[in-house]
């Protein structure tokens, strides 16, 4: 079975720039949730997708968004990019919402912003 | 407001001997707690959970303690293997469907 899917694994973008990030889910997972790592920091949760709707959220700015489509894929955006929104994003998918459904991560994609 | 800490940011052990990570939260209202293991260039990978009505959980050489009164909780492998290098995370959910982590914990197993 293919694991958690993120595109792409590295990202150099410029202060004021948006980015658009991908997640494929593990089939039949329906739940995708989308954290930030920085050091120092462990991760931060950004938001949790489930069934197309958003169902949880952070305590992150509205620069970032998200959205999730009907096969369970999401992708993540930022807009108006700030040097410190350099980070490792991780996603990951969940069998079910919440609860106490293990998450499998993807290897993240790692954003630089100059 | 970090509600799950570690704070040992690295911890180094001898091969053979047993690796202590730990973990403090302060929100009574968690109830299900979980370690992660990542290496390098990979993302975080479930190793072991507990939930708040247990006090300790068994899984090969990762056993997780659960102390409620303390809001505090322990992963220990015995015995530590060189394999086991990797940053460790905790993490707390309380039913609300989010998972909360704690900063990591960089372990080091020399041979």
């Known amino acids: 079975k293919a694991g958690v899917t993120q595109t792409p694994r590295y990202l150099i973008k410029t202060r004021g720039q948006q980015v658009t990030l991908s997640c494929s889910p593990i089939?039949?997972?329906?739940?995708v949730s989308w954290y930030q790592q920085t050091p120092g920091q462990g991760l931060q949760f950004l938001f949790e997708?489930?069934?197309?709707?958003?169902?949880n959220k952070g305590n992150f700015p509205g620069r970032f968004s998200g959205r999730q489509f009907s096969n369970s894929r999401s992708e993540m955006n930022v807009s108006t990019l700030e040097l410190g929104d350099s980070a490792l994003y991780l996603c990951?998918?969940?069998?079910?919402?919440?609860?106490?459904?293990?998450?499998?991560f993807g290897n993240g994609t790692r954003l630089t912003v100059t | 407001d970090q509600q799950v800490k570690q704070n040992s940011p690295s911890l180094s052990v001898q091969e053979g001997r047993i690796s202590i990570l730990n973990c403090d939260y302060t929100n009574s209202m968690f109830d299900y707690f979980l370690w992660y293991k990542k290496y390098p260039a990979e993302g975080p990978t479930f190793l072991i959970s507990?939930?708040?009505?247990?006090d300790k959980n068994e899984d090969g050489r990762f056993t997780v303690f659960l102390n409620k009164s303390a809001k505090h909780l322990s992963l220990h492998i015995v015995p530590s293997q060189p394999g086991d290098s990797a940053v460790y995370f905790c993490a707390a959910n309380n039913q609300g469907g989010k998972l909360i982590f704690g900063q990591g914990t960089e372990l080091s197993v020399k041979p």
């Open positions: 507990i939930s708040s009505i247990k």
């Open positions: 990951a998918s969940s069998v079910r919402q919440g609860l106490n459904s293990p998450l499998h």
């Open positions: 997708y489930f069934s197309e709707t958003q169902r």
């Open positions: 089939s039949g997972h329906r739940s």
